[in-house]
């Protein structure tokens, strides 16, 4: 199998499962286990915040973003293809209860200007704006680079109307390697920032969240209350550590490959894409010719995996275990099936 359905589905590297089965480990609801203090130090180091918390997945630490910068009734202002809004099956409402003002950006980057405009004034009709929420890089659109810039002049934006920034930085390092500014400059753009271990970096489980030690404190109470507080997490906190310290680098590799599959694809039938904008290691295509769900049933049977994201979008994803061979062999494969539009 070929799979190119996400990034998640990368296998821990054997030196992490070396990691996770020597890991020095307490019980970390006491706060005492060395393993998952280390990869919080790391975290917050590599991000420039005060402090971290380790999280089960990146669906709890943006909710747990939400819950501790939110009361019930107020609303959130994010982009319209945002993970949070589209992905994380309605939980800020059952959480948080919070309502979501969706606006418009441009390949997955909010206008400054929209988001000035969207934030309430005071007045009793209006649930008051709590929160933005940013996606860097932006999944929906692509994997797309938020530039640093839009991102610097939303948050002076918010801080002047004392609304605080969230940043779902699930593949945060995805855009530090891409651009060349290191990820605790995205994150100082912003109030917190969930990054994610286990997509790109290869981790097998588990997200952080960055932010001031008054923010940490609000968040690890809520990852409790919503039975995150996990016990000796140092198994899973190890290949965390790993992932920060050796994976992040080479996802410029995971780059490369996404730009060489989206040029093979731009040249097919069927195919609508402009691999220039291919910036990191998703890439989202519109088929003119085939149906979506037929398509990705198509390759299923020529042993390739991707996903469908609408009726007429196919998301392709690279990561550590698609390597240039499998793309080479997928490349063709897929050409077939557009060219004979069969299922
Ligand atoms: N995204 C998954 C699916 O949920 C769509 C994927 O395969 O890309 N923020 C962003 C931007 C994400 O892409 C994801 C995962 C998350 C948050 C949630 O992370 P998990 O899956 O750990 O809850």
């Known amino acids: 199998m070929i799979d190119l359905r996400s990034d998640t589905v990368t296998q821990p ?4 499962r070396r990691a996770m089965a020597t890991a020095e480990l307490g019980d970390d609801v006491y706060g005492e286990d060395p393993t998952v203090n280390r990869l919080q130090e790391l975290a917050a180091e590599m991000l420039g915040k005060e402090e971290a918390l380790l999280v089960t997945s990146g669906t709890q630490g943006n909710q747990i973003s939400i819950l501790s910068h939110c009361a019930p009734a107020s609303e959130v202002i994010l982009e319209e293809g945002a993970h949070i809004l589209n992905y994380e099956a309605g939980a800020a409402a059952a959480l948080a209860g919070v309502q979501f003002r969706p606006l418009a950006g441009e390949r997955g980057a909010l206008s400054p200007a929209d988001v000035s405009e969207a934030i309430r004034e005071d007045n009793i009709h209006f649930p008051p704006t709590a929160l933005i929420c940013l996606e860097n890089t932006h999944n929906r659109a692509g994997g797309t680079v938020i530039p640093l810039q839009t991102m610097a002049t939303i948050y002076r934006l918010a801080r002047s109307r004392s609304i605080p920034v969230h940043l779902d930085g699930a593949r945060l390092f995805n855009a530090a390697v891409a651009s060349g500014i290191p990820a605790r400059q995205y994150a100082a753009a912003c109030d917190s920032v969930q990054i994610c271990l286990s997509k790109g970096l290869a981790a097998p489980v588990g997200s952080v969240i960055a932010g001031t030690s008054d923010l940490i404190a609000r968040a690890r109470r809520w990852r409790k ?3 995150g507080g996990m016990r000796q997490a140092g198994i899973i906190a190890a290949p965390g ?9 080479r996802l410029s590799e995971d780059h490369a490959n996404a730009r060489f599959l989206a040029e093979g694809l731009a040249l097919m039938p069927g195919i609508e894409l402009n691999p220039v904008q291919v910036e990191t290691n998703i890439i989202i295509v519109r088929l003119t010719a085939m149906d979506a769900a037929q398509f990705s049933e198509a390759l299923r049977k020529r042993a390739i995996l991707v996903n469908t994201i609408g009726r007429d979008r196919i998301r392709f994803t690279t990561h550590k275990d698609v390597t240039r061979s499998h793309l080479e062999k997928a490349l063709p494969q897929i050409n077939g ?3 004979r539009g069969e299922a």
Request: overall charge negative.
């Open 13 to 16: 590297t054997p030196e992490m």
């Open 225 to 227: 209350i919503l039975g």
């Open 241 to 249: 550590i790993i992932a920060l310290q050796t994976m992040v680098e």
């Open 337 to 339: 099936v557009l060219k």
